[in-house]
Nanobody, 121 residues
Framework: QVQVVESGGGLVQAGGSLRLSCAAS????????MGWYRQAPGKQRELVAA???????NYADSVKGRFTISGDNAKNTVYLQMNSLKPEDTDVYYC???????????????WGQGTQVTVSS
């Protein structure tokens, strides 16, 4: 069974830091892309940060310079270090993972259930 599980969310004061993790488990051969998205109530899901297995990263303009995404290919795990948090960062954060299970097989998109990040002023 494939699982994508986020952790590390919580409540933090403005200016503080959190570190989110996302681990994909199961009979996984590799990933080519993992990313963090956020979705506040009533709003569309948006990309926060993403990384490819080759190390290429991408960030939303609103988090550049504050958030850092990193990955561990061997563990099929991605991390999001969030510094200088602002109240507007409050959201449910979701992990997306593009996974394949055999060499040369197709990549499939899997989503975690989300982890709540709340930043108080």
């Amino acid at each position: 069974q494939v699982q994508v599980v986020e952790s590390g969310g919580g409540l933090v004061q403005a200016g503080g830091s959190l570190r989110l993790s996302c681990a994909a488990s199961g009979s996984i051969f590799s990933f080519n892309y993992m990313g963090w998205y956020r979705q506040a109530p009533g709003k569309q899901r948006e990309l926060v940060a993403a990384i490819t297995s080759g190390g290429t990263t991408n960030y939303a303009d609103s988090v550049k310079g504050r958030f850092t995404i990193s990955g561990d290919n061997a563990k099929n795990t991605v991390y999001l270090q969030m510094n200088s948090l602002k109240p507007e960062d409050t959201d449910v954060y979701y992990c997306a993972a593009d996974l394949r299970f055999v060499v040369g097989g197709p990549f499939m998109r899997y989503w975690g259930q989300g982890t709540q990040v709340t930043v108080s002023s």
